[in-house]
């Protein structure tokens, strides 16, 4: 069972902890306005505007949420030279993220998702529609040129690597198997949050998909609990990781690793949940820094979880602090945890391993 005690105790050990992550840099827009009435030119509505935001977002939000649990991420990956590009290194740097990694490429925009909320007088505040505005070609080989030499000279001082691809064109065959090799010959722990073919990323230490990726990486739906411990054997096998996990929204976190029993751990927050943007991120960001810091996998996991149970209670693309961490800890049902837990992988509700 996760509790006070040990949360404490990781996030102390979590501060310092140096992550270098590599991945697609996204600008989260979040366009904010009051509804109106409907338009006379068309069944729409129209929104008056109250406020406009810029937060990082994709591989920008995973960077965000180890700064914010005082960890120290490097930031590397591709923005364009625009004026989000730029507004997305000030709000990283005012983070706490580095980037000196970073490289503005003038013939390429920055990737934008641009999500427009709505409230009224009688509800609170939701998204109505999100436009995206990317590019998902690969990057140029000078590109991966700069990113390579970067990667190789940045790794050595992180004590973990972190890659995060959402299929916008820089984790490319080339760097992917750049990454995975520096990774592996400098033993430095290698944690993947990937959409599409997560095989082609074999030998990293943890992969993080959710259950729809999972189940499209497999080939098969999952159903129950038979179909749950299949699919996480068949992506262990696929992938040679040491852990997976399936993140299964409402239904909580799987984990799987080798040579032990499958851990389903609850959901800590099921009746708070507001708005799940940057949610996977929080999760492998969290579940990084915790690993680099000494956790086990399953320590690292009940960190994830925690601190996805904190930013979806919240609007946007928000990040947890210790502080939260440590007052979210507090609400947990700590007997249906632990029960739950037990029956997973025998550990009783106190924590010990039976």
Do not use: C
Not at 111 to 126: D, E, F, L, P
């Amino acid at each position: 069972m996760i509790d006070s005690t040990t949360v404490k105790a990781l996030l102390a050990r979590m501060q310092g902890i140096r992550v270098l992550v590599l991945g697609d840099l996204i600008a989260d827009e979040f366009l904010i306005g009051e509804v109106e009435r409907i338009s006379r030119e068309a069944p729409v509505l129209i929104l008056r505007h109250q406020s406009t935001r810029l937060a990082p977002g994709g591989a920008a939000n995973a960077a965000a949420n180890i700064a914010a649990l005082r960890g120290k991420p490097e930031m590397l990956g591709v923005v364009g030279r625009d004026p989000t590009g730029r507004q997305l290194l000030v709000n990283m740097e005012g983070l706490r993220i580095t980037t000196r990694s970073v490289v503005m490429e003038p013939t390429r925009p920055t990737t934008t998702k641009t999500r427009i909320s709505a409230s009224s007088m009688q509800t609170v505040t939701q998204q109505i529609v999100r436009v995206d505005r990317l590019v998902r070609d690969p990057i140029s080989p000078e590109l991966e040129d700069q990113v390579i030499a970067a990667l190789a000279a940045r790794l050595p001082a992180s004590e973990a690597l972190l890659i995060s691809d959402y299929g916008n064109g820089l984790i490319t065959p080339r760097i992917r198997e750049a990454a995975l090799a520096a990774g592996r010959e400098a033993g430095k722990l290698v944690a993947v949050d990937a959409q599409g073919d997560l095989s082609e990323f074999h030998g990293a230490s943890v992969l993080t998909p959710n259950q729809p990726e999972a189940e499209a990486n497999v080939g098969f739906a999952i159903t129950d609990p038979e179909s749950l411990q299949a699919a996480g054997s068949v992506m262990l096998e696929k992938t040679g990781a040491e852990a997976v996990l399936i993140t299964r929204g409402a239904s909580g976190i799987a984990l799987f690793e080798r040579d032990r029993p499958l851990v389903e751990i609850p959901a800590f927050n099921r009746s708070e949940v507001f708005d799940v943007t940057g949610a996977g991120d929080t999760v492998v960001g969290t579940l990084t820094l915790a690993l680099a810091a000494g956790a086990t996998y399953l320590e690292a996991t009940l960190m994830a979880n925690l601190a996805a149970s904190i930013v979806v209670r919240r609007f946007g693309t928000v990040t947890p602090s210790p502080a939260d961490m440590e007052s979210a800890v507090d609400t947990i049902e700590p007997h249906r945890a632990g029960e739950e837990l037990a029956a997973g992988r025998g550990i009783s509700p106190e924590g010990a391993e039976a």
